[in-house]
């Protein structure tokens, strides 16, 4: 899943809108519309917050934005 469809998706869990997220980080609805059609990412500060709204971890987050799938990381322990 790349980073714009988890946050989309977390948002849509909690019934927000684009404008009603946005409010929450403190930036414009045109931020998060960037950054779920994968036009633009957010700071790590702006990822920070995103973590603790949705009880996501950053380094999920940062993992997702950066392309590294769970089952990469299972591969990758399995090999430790």
Request: hydrophobic fraction near 40%.
């Amino acid at each position: 899943m790349i980073f714009g469809e988890k946050l989309k998706a977390e948002r849509n869990k909690k019934g927000w809108t684009q404008d009603e997220l946005a409010e929450k980080l403190f930036v414009s609805r045109q931020s998060v519309s960037k950054w779920e059609n994968g036009l633009n990412y957010p700071s790590i500060e702006i990822i920070i917050r995103i973590s603790d709204l949705f009880g996501l971890t950053i380094d999920e987050l940062l993992m997702i934005i950066a392309g590294i799938g769970s089952s990469m990381l299972k591969e990758q322990y399995k090999q430790d």
